[in-house]
Structures are given as structure tokens and as C-alpha cells.
């Protein structure tokens, strides 16, 4: 199923909703609280001072500066699409991809490489 540039964009707003409400809670298990510690951990200081003003951002500023990569799914899927999402800059090879039931609601987000 193709998806249209409204449907996109309503999706793309649930899964950055859906990435942040998850953060830190008993949900998540290796998804955004992994991802955000990881590279809270290995990226430089003066990436996060270039990007959020801070050498030492909170997590939940880390998520908002995340940035679509890709969409994808198939016609073998049943409905099930995903949207990846990522760091800005070509910072790292890590997304969190977040997958669409066919009724276009959140169904799972994963870290991935």
C-alpha cells in the first residue's frame, strides 16, 4: 500500500509521540532508552552543544532532535509499515524504527543498525 504525504506525515507525528512516551518505561525494552544512552555515552560534547546547546543533554532532548531517514514496507507486509528515524548528521548508523499495524497505528519500535 502506498501511503500518501498526509498519511506519512500523521505517522511519522504518532511515532515520535509513541518514541517518547515509551522512553524509560517498563515497555521499552532495548529500543529508545538504549538508544538514547548509547549515545549519550559515545558521541562527542560538541555534537550535542552544536545540536541542543548543551554538552550534557536530558534524554528527552535527545528525541527531539531526531530526524526521518526512511519509510518502508512492502506489498507482502499486510499493512505493515515502518519509519526510521535517526540522529542528525550522519552521526551514527543506529535508527529506531517504528512499525504500523494495518490500521496505521503504532505496533513496535526497535533499535536497529
Known amino acids: 500500500m502506498e501511503l500518501n504525504m498526509?498519511?506519512?506525515?500523521?505517522?511519522?507525528n504518532a511515532a515520535l509521540t509513541a518514541i517518547?512516551?515509551?522512553?524509560?518505561?517498563?515497555?521499552?525494552k532495548y529500543g529508545v532508552t538504549l538508544f538514547v544512552s548509547h549515545h549519550l555515552a559515545e558521541i562527542e560534547k560538541h555534537y550535542w552543544q552544536a545540536n541542543l546547546g548543551s554538552t550534557s543533554p536530558e534524554p528527552e532532548q535527545v528525541l527531539d532532535i531526531l530526524v526521518l531517514q526512511s519509510h518502508w514496507g512492502d506489498e507482502n507486509s499486510d499493512g505493515m509499515d515502518?519509519?526510521?528515524?535517526?540522529?542528525?548528521?550522519?552521526?551514527?548508523?543506529?535508527?529506531?524504527?517504528?512499525?504500523?499495524?494495518?490500521?496505521?497505528?503504532?505496533?513496535?519500535?526497535?533499535?536497529?543498525?
Open 6 to 12: 498526509g498519511e506519512i506525515e500523521r505517522r511519522k
Open 20 to 28: 517518547k512516551n515509551v522512553l524509560s518505561t517498563k515497555e521499552d
Open 82 to 113: 515502518c519509519l526510521d528515524f535517526t540522529l542528525p548528521g550522519n552521526i551514527t548508523n543506529y535508527l529506531l524504527s517504528v512499525s504500523f499495524d494495518a490500521a496505521g497505528d503504532v505496533a513496535e519500535i526497535t533499535m536497529e543498525s
